[in-house]
């Protein structure tokens, strides 16, 4: 009879002292390595998150240090000895060489309310994938055809363009080939992978018949620094009455 009590008792003081210890949370690793990534490549991965103690875990919030990284849970709140994966996504996108990026986990842990958990990876440049190395622009098309245009017309027409290589862009002077073709750049400085506009207007007064205008670009690319647009229109002359 003794021991039965005894054993209750020794029951009920560990369900106590579990409550008292509250909440707890465990991670199998704070860590992961993706190693070495290809440009533009989207890698993922699963943490596991674990309550150790004696008390509901409540997971408050996850913070990511850049925009890049995206976080998911399925659940919040974990009874003692459950655990839950937390996928965490990385958009390599835009980057280059080593990356380290940081995950931050809340909880109602009052000994550790904050875990800090750290992913890790190599983004390769474009010479170490067999593509282009350093800065490239690349416009989505290097003519245009205004078509038939009345003299004395200011017609519209945007380029656009991307930085398809692995360091930053840099525009560093647009010309055009008469003063009645006006450029207003948008986006000088480009990362990897970012975009840019061009907008080019053709003033067609005082001109006539078939015409073209040429826009030259330079930039910091490497092999060939200099791009050149053109553009062209068939101007007809106003009949006076």
Request: proline residues 5%; positive net charge; glycine residues 10%.
């Amino acid at each position: 009879m003794r021991s039965k009590l005894f054993y209750l008792l020794f029951i009920g003081a560990s369900l106590v002292f579990a409550q008292l210890q509250g909440p707890k949370i465990a991670v199998s690793s704070d860590t992961h390595d993706f190693g070495d990534i290809k440009p533009g490549e989207i890698v993922k991965h699963n943490f596991t998150i674990a309550n150790n103690g004696g008390d509901v875990l409540k997971i408050e919030n996850v913070i990511t240090s850049c925009g890049c990284t995206a976080t998911e849970l399925s659940k919040r709140e974990l009874k003692p000895g459950e655990s839950v994966p937390l996928g965490v996504e990385f958009n390599s996108t835009g980057r280059s060489g080593p990356q380290v990026k940081y995950i931050s986990v809340m909880t109602n842990d009052k000994t550790s309310p904050q875990v800090r958990l750290t992913i890790k990876g190599n983004i390769l440049s474009g010479a170490s994938q067999g593509g282009p190395a350093g800065p490239k622009i690349t416009f989505n098309s290097l003519q245009y055809d205004f078509g038939i245009v009345a003299e004395g017309k200011k017609v519209p027409y945007t380029f656009t363009y991307k930085n398809t290589g692995d360091e930053d862009l840099v525009i560093s002077d647009v010309r055009t080939s008469c003063g009645c073709t006006a450029a207003v750049v948008e986006g000088k400085n480009l990362k990897p992978g970012e975009s840019g506009r061009l907008q080019i207007e053709l003033d067609t007064s005082n001109r006539s018949g078939r015409m073209s205008r040429n826009i030259t670009v330079t930039t910091n690319e490497k092999s060939s620094p200099m791009k050149v647009l053109t553009i062209y229109a068939d101007v007809t002359k106003n009949e006076k009455k």
